[in-house]
T-cell receptor, first 116, second 111 residues
Framework: DARVTQTPRHKVTEMGQEVTMRCQPI?????VFWYRQTMMQGLELLAY????????DSGMPKDRFSAEMPDATLATLKIQPSEPRDSAVYFC??????????????FGPGTRLTVT | GEDVEQSLFLSVREGDSSVINCTYT??????LYWYKQEPGAGLQLLTY?????DMKQDQRLTVLLNKKDKHLSLRIADTQTGDSAIYFC???????????FGTGTRLTIIP
């Protein structure tokens, strides 16, 4: 049963600390998405990769957030330094790009981040 | 960008039908999607509809699409307690790979 995995599931940290969230996409998928979910803003797209290349990170605060795919089995999202307003659930999703066709996204269970 | 709109809350008695509505923005969208999010979990693709269809049925789920009004709905027949969740509609943008999600509708089942 292929699934997107994310670690850690929960993270509590103090303001100013670095946070790294990891995602393992489903084997064979070539698109990876990072989302942030909060009560106030709903689900926001932060970054998007196709074949490991970053295509769009316009939704991400550039000064403190960074997203990378060191290899096809790992995507990372880093926040440095973290701030209380970064508290949210961060989801990774992967998919298999079919151009104009059906593009399903499969979500991981999320990382719940609390910054105090 | 423009918003995909949904009502925030819906309460339905167990055994009744639930209808969740969505207004999307791009009339050229090829596929439209419904996702379900259970508490503490990620979103799960529930169903989708191709834009040249106006209805799709899958067991207890019926999706209706009105392209003229850019209106999408999800009907759940014989609603059960396990259907309690947040339901998101989504439409593609930027070459079809990225999705814009609606605000989500929280479905509560009344016993």
């Amino acid at each position: 049963d292929a699934r997107v995995t994310q670690t850690p599931r929960h993270k509590v940290t103090e303001m100013g600390q670095e946070v790294t969230m990891r995602c393992q996409p489903i084997l064979g998928h070539n698109t990876v998405f990072w989302y942030r979910q909060t009560m106030m803003q709903g689900l926001e797209l932060l970054a998007y990769f196709r074949n490991r290349a970053p295509l769009d990170d316009s939704g991400m605060p550039k000064d403190r957030f960074s997203a990378e795919m060191p290899d096809a089995t790992l995507a990372t999202l880093k926040i440095q330094p973290s701030e209380p307003r970064d508290s949210a659930v961060y989801f990774c999703a992967s998919g298999l790009s079919r151009g104009a066709g059906l593009n399903e996204q499969y979500f991981g269970p999320g990382t719940r981040l609390t910054v105090t | 960008g423009e918003d995909v709109e949904q009502s925030l809350f819906l309460s339905v008695r167990e055994g009744d039908s639930s209808v969740i509505n969505c207004t999307y923005t791009d009339s050229s969208s090829t596929y439209l999607y419904w996702y379900k999010q259970e508490p503490g979990a990620g979103l799960q693709l529930l169903t989708y509809i191709f834009s040249n269809m106006d209805m799709k049925q899958d067991q207890r789920l019926t999706v209706l699409l009105n392209k003229k009004d850019k209106h999408l709905s999800l009907r759940i027949a014989d609603t059960q307690t396990g259907d309690s969740a947040i339901y998101f509609c989504a439409e593609p943008f930027f070459g079809n790979e990225k999705l814009t999600f609606g605000t989500g509708t929280r479905l509560t089942i009344i016993p």
